[in-house]
Every structure is written in structure tokens, then in C-alpha cells.
């Protein structure tokens, strides 16, 4: 069987980028028969984005609710939180003593940060640079080597972390002849990538989102917010560059996109399009959100489901950190 692993950051509400981008496609390839599904909430990736802890919390409960609201068969998938599994954070740090500093000092996160300080023009490339956000591909590494993931879904951005911890399992590998699996990445070229009300990528670090499940009144006072240009009724608009047209794209059938389409080169109306996608989101989310609801006021039973997927989790993790600490020369834990 194929394992294929993926996390979700519970750094803020999950939001429809988040569900067209990764849930739906996973919750997809899950039902497939040669595929084993390892799907986690990512807490300690984080606290690496937010240090408030109330969000941390909520957002864990928001994204667990998210996936089982969907339909997550978790018999089927082993589900878990990250944090849940000690042995995660154990290799990370086994994995940080293999991990040359060069590799992380080219990581795209990283540099993307030190960047962002040259243009501020910080006397400091590094200021406000954590050794979390610096080293977070090791703590993907070991996400991913822990279970021997084969196939790992990512966007276009991650593909080079993906290469990273390749390298540091090949390494792992070589060095102490171990037999951690290379994971690869899977980059879906049909899969949206949504942008959010202010037409940057949808991010719950941007607090541009569009929550999944925000209630009937909120979604629709989102949507209107949604950032348009200034042509009037009756002026051919272009679908391809709209994020409105954007987000019916990736929920509605190829012959309704078509329809809606035209309405754009035929000068519908803003409003009008916004109410007509509020519509369609609405129809479509209403029986998930009421399962979301719910399981929002049944915090206990998340917890019982992510318990069970510890216990899960762990059953592989921990014999095989107790190979890998034995392979090292560490003594495993009696
Ligand atoms: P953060 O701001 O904390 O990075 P995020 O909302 O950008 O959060 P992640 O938790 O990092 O998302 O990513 C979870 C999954 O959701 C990833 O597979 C990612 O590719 C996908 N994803 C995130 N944002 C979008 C988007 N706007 N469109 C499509 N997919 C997305």
C-alpha cells in the first residue's frame, strides 16, 4: 500500500483554500484501496506562526471538527494530533544532527523571512527569526520519515522541503543504515490554489480567509467583502482573473463554470455574482456545517477520536524510534 501523509498548521480557522487545496483531495485518495492515509493537525508547526494560545487551541479543535464534519472515515485513516505522538519531536531532534546548516540556510520560509527584512530595511537580515521557523523543514522531515510516508500532497512551495527531507532520510540512510522510505511530493496541477478577500493567496496567517464553515450570514457578508474592480453592470468582465469566479470554479461541475462564464462576458453585475456564489456555497456547505456545529459542541468526543489516533499513530511510531534510537547508538527506552 501507497502511505500518503498530510497536515493541516492549526495556526487559525481552516478556510475554503484549505478544503480545496488539501482536505477534499485527501479525504478523496483516502477511499482508494492501495492507500494508507496518515492524516495529523499540526500543532507544533504552529507555534511556530502564532504565540497565542488560545488560537492554538481553538484552531486544533476547529480542524479536527473540519475533517470529520467531511467525512473523514477515521477506521480507515489513521488521524491524530501531532503533538500527541512524542516520538515525532524525539526524531526531529535525532534528524537536526544530520541536517547540514547550509541546507536550512536555502529554505524557502527562511530566506522568504530574511528577505522581508532587507526590504524593511532592517539593520538585522535575521531579526525575528526564530531557530523554529529556521529549522521547521527538519520538523517536516520527521512528520513525514516517522511513518515512512511514500507520497506527500503539497503545493508548489513546499516542493523543496519535500527534497529536504529526502536528503536528510538518504543520509539517515547512509550514514547509519537505516531504512527510512524517500518520501516524494505529489503536486497537483488541477488542484486551486484560492485567494482570499484581499486577492493575495487565501492564508490563515494573512486573516484574508473565508472560513469553511463560517455560519449563513457571515459567509454572505464575506463575499461581499471579496475585492472586485471598479466595472459597472452591464461591463464583460474577465472570469480568469476574478477570485470570485475563482472559488465557484473549484466547487462547482465543468458545465455550471461554463454557464457562469458567460454571465461574466455578457457584464453580470458584481453583486450579482457575489449573491449567486454565496448561494451556491451556502447549498453546498449546509450539511457539512451542521455536522461541523455539532461537533464543535461535542468537544469530548474529538478528543476521543484524536485519542484513538495517538494510540494508532504510536503503535508505529514507537517501535520504530526504538530501531532508530538502537541504530544510532542510544539506548531504547525499556
Ligand atoms: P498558514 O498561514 O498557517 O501557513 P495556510 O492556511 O496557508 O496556513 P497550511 O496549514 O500551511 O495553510 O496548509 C494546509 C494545506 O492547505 C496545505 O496542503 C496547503 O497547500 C493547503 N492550502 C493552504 N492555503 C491554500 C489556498 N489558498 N488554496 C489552496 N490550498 C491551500
Request: glycine residues 6%.
Amino acid at each position: 500500500k501507497t502511505r500518503v501523509l498530510t497536515g493541516i498548521t492549526t495556526s487559525g480557522t481552516p478556510h475554503l483554500g484549505n478544503y480545496v487545496g488539501a482536505i477534499r483531495p485527501a479525504i478523496e485518495d483516502s477511499r482508494k484501496e492501495n492507500v494508507e492515509s496518515f492524516f495529523f493537525l499540526a500543532d507544533y508547526h504552529s507555534i511556530i506562526k502564532t504565540r497565542d494560545p488560545i488560537r492554538v487551541h481553538q484552531s486544533t479543535r476547529e480542524i479536527a471538527a473540519t475533517w470529520l464534519a467531511l467525512g473523514l472515515d477515521v477506521d480507515r485513516v489513521t488521524f491524530y494530533r501531532q503533538s500527541d505522538i512524542p516520538e515525532i519531536t524525539e526524531l526531529c531532534w535525532i534528524l537536526n544532527c544530520m541536517t547540514a546548516k547550509g541546507l536550512m540556510n536555502r529554505a524557502h520560509a527562511y530566506k522568504a523571512a530574511v528577505q522581508q527584512n532587507i526590504d524593511d530595511e532592517e539593520a538585522d537580515p535575521d531579526k525575528g527569526i526564530t531557530m523554529g521557523l529556521f529549522s521547521y523543514p527538519v520538523l517536516m522531515a520527521a512528520d513525514i520519515l516517522m511513518f515512512n510516508a511514500h507520497r506527500v500532497p503539497v503545493g508548489r512551495d513546499q516542493i523543496q522541503h519535500l527534497e529536504m527531507a529526502r536528503d536528510i532520510a538518504a543520509r539517515m540512510n547512509h550514514h547509519y543504515k537505516l531504512k527510512f522510505a524517500l518520501p516524494e511530493a505529489v503536486v497537483d496541477e488541477n488542484t486551486a490554489v484560492l485567494n482570499g478577500l484581499d486577492g493575495r493567496k487565501m492564508s490563515k496567517s494573512y486573516d484574508n480567509i473565508i472560513p469553511l464553515f463560517a455560519p449563513e450570514k457571515k459567509l454572505r457578508k464575506l463575499i461581499m467583502k471579496i475585492k472586485t474592480n471598479c466595472l459597472e453592470p452591464g461591463e464583460p468582465k474577465d472570469p480568469d482573473t476574478c477570485t470570485l469566479f475563482q472559488i465557484f470554479s473549484a466547487f462547482a461541475a465543468p458545465s455550471e463554470v461554463e454557464e457562469k462564464r458567460q454571465q461574466y462576458y455578457n457584464g453580470a453585475g458584481w453583486g450579482e455574482l457575489k449573491q449567486a456564489l454565496f448561494e451556491y456555497l451556502n447549498e453546498q456547505l449546509q450539511g457539512p456545517r451542521e455536522r461541523y456545529e455539532a461537533l464543535m459542541d461535542d468537544p469530548q468526543y474529538v478528543e476521543t477520536v484524536l485519542k484513538a489516533g495517538a494510540e494508532k499513530a504510536r503503535a508505529e511510531a514507537k517501535p520504530f524510534l526504538q530501531k532508530i534510537r538502537h541504530g544510532i547508538g542510544i539506548r531504547p527506552i525499556e
